[in-house]
């Protein structure tokens, strides 16, 4: 098992979930949504939570279809992928986030607005189930 905080990234066009996990990989959190207001200040937003939190690698959900195949979507997580590469140099890969956003959008609708309010958007949790299923096959 890898060792140290990973953050998860849940890449969509108009928000995009974190989540992190502490040093152990035990404790998933999700932490609050950023907009997507364009790759550079995305970056920035992404570059301060790898330093506020420790971060050591990244894991970044795939949207990958329902057979499996790849699609436009996958590309343009890539194409993010790649760029959170030459800008962050840390350690990163892509996850298979399929039905994540399923089941985060059940949790969402069980949580009570304060605790909605403190997410922003149900990306987050997505984000922290994606990194919980990648820790649980590390």
């Known amino acids: 098992m890898e060792c140290g905080r ?3 990234v849940d890449y969509g066009v ?5 989540a992190c996990c502490d040093e ?27 330093q506020e939190h420790g971060i ?18 996958v590309r343009r997580v890539e194409r993010f992928m790649e ?14 986030e399929r039905l994540s956003t399923t089941e985060a959008t059940e949790i969402w609708r069980g949580m009570g607005s304060r605790q909605q309010k403190k997410y922003r958007t149900v990306d987050s949790l ?13």
């Open 6 to 8: 990973i953050l998860a």
């Open 14 to 18: 108009k928000n995009v979930g974190l």
């Open 24 to 50: 152990l990989g035990v404790a998933v959190r999700p932490l609050p949504s950023v907009p997507n207001n364009g790759r550079r200040e995305l970056i920035g937003r992404l570059r301060s939570a790898v």
């Open 56 to 73: 050591e690698r990244l894991v970044v959900g795939l949207p990958l279809n329902m057979d499996g195949s790849s699609g436009e979507a």
């Open 83 to 96: 760029a959170l590469r030459a800008e962050l140099s840390l350690p990163l890969c892509g996850f298979d």
């Open 126 to 138: 997505a984000a922290a189930i994606i990194l919980e299923r990648y820790l649980e096959e590390s």
